[in-house]
Nanobody, 120 residues
Framework: QVQVVESGGGLVQPGGSLRLSCAAS????????MGWYRQAPGKQRELVAV???????NYADSVKGRFTISRDNAKNTVSLQMDSLKPEDTAVYYC??????????????WGRGTQVTVSS
């Protein structure tokens, strides 16, 4: 069993900042990548940012220069610092973990999501 839990969402004014955190726990042997996705009402879930175990980062064009993803490999946590937030960043943000469990099987796991609302 693997648990993925997000925290840090909320309501913020345009131009403000929020920091999301995600922790993975359970029967994990190693984590290949951790990332953040988001889904706005009526839209498909989309990649926001991802970071590999080696520290390589990939961002959606819409968040480049505003969002920063970071990771603590020892703690199996990933964070997303979101600055200069815009109303179009409003969505439910989901943490995703791409890992290998203790039975040597590769898997992906999702958190339940955390709401981010950018509004004045």
């Amino acid at each position: 069993q693997v648990q993925v839990v997000e925290s840090g969402g909320g309501l913020v004014q345009p131009g403000g900042s929020l920091r999301l955190s995600c922790a993975a726990s359970g029967s994990i042997s190693s984590i290949n990548a951790m990332g953040w996705y988001r889904q706005a009402p009526g839209k498909q879930r989309e990649l926001v940012a991802v970071i590999t175990s080696g520290g390589s980062r990939n961002y959606a064009d819409s968040v480049k220069g505003r969002f920063t993803i970071s990771r603590d490999n020892a703690k199996n946590t990933v964070s997303l610092q979101m600055d200069s937030l815009k109303p179009e960043d409003t969505a439910v943000y989901y943490c995703n973990v791409d890992a290998v469990n203790t039975a040597r099987a590769r898997f992906t796991s999702w958190g339940r999501g955390t709401q981010v609302t950018v509004s004045s």
